[in-house]
């Protein structure tokens, strides 16, 4: 008997990072969220789970090579579309006395048309047992394509799928503090897994505590909660059963870009594993834990290896 593994499809934007080495000297590499939150998963699962990133590239040389990288660790790239008259996204991190600071050229990448088809999108999202996007993969589509999308996903979703979404509030993607107000929500009425961190939450929704963002997302109907907090621990519901985890401390925190990503990682990728919930969000700390201690919002594949 076969046995086909669970096909898991991440949506979002993939940028090329420019990460300073030494002076003026640059290294590039490709980010972004849900694209790192696919990638840890992959490394975790390898062979146990069929890995999809959707979005869309440019037809150019850094394209060429980000699709390459791609496969090469594993992820499938069948709903990955190239258009001819656009390019990726980049960022530039620049460092001034030890601060970093993130500069971005997205505005007219090729991602921003991933929803514009919904025939692509229907079937780069066929089979999946698990969908995942943030509110950045909202964030960045034009009114039009955020309605391609949800339809796409109420479409998933019947069709068995669970969503995951992390809403990962950047405010200067959105036009305003009413338009995520009005938006995510949207998302959050076709969500079955809610990944969100707190101080997000807490400064565009007004959460007083992790459990009030509990109860809030609950209203939309979620069975399974799970909020973020920094060094802080991680507050969950989960079919009704409620449950804080401290967060382990880790002694070199070396940036924190990912840590986000990398724990929605962890714990997806315990729960596809039939982990209880505890577990998942042990698991996902210490993938998070990881992502902190190194430079970059992705563990090293040497590094994963031996987790
Ligand atoms: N200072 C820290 N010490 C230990 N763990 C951390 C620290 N910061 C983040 N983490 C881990 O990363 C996870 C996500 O962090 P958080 O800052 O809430 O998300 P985001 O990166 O999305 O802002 C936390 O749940 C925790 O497991
Ligand atoms: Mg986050």
Redo the contacts with the bound molecule.
Sequence with gaps: MTHTPPRIVAIGEVMVELAPVQSDVYQRGFAGDTFNTAWHIRQLLAEKAQVGYVTHLGQDALSDQLIAEMRADGLDTSGVKRDADRTMGLYVIALQNAERSFHYWRGQSAARRLADDPMWLAKSLKDASLVHLSGITVAILDAAGRDRLLAALVQARRDGAKVSF?P?IRPGLWTSSDEIRQTIPRFLDVTDIALP????EAAHFGDATPAATIMRLATSGIREIVV?????A?TARINAQELEVK????TS?ID????????NAGYLAARLLGRDPEVSIAE??AI??Q??GCRGARIPKRQMAAL
């Excluded at 967060?247 to 880790?250: D, F, H, I, K, L």
């Design positions: 992390d990962n961190s707190f101080d997000d973020k907090n920094g060094a802080g991680v967060t382990p401390s880790v925190v924190t870009s990912g840590a986000g990503d990398a724990f996902g700390q998070a834990g992502v902190i």
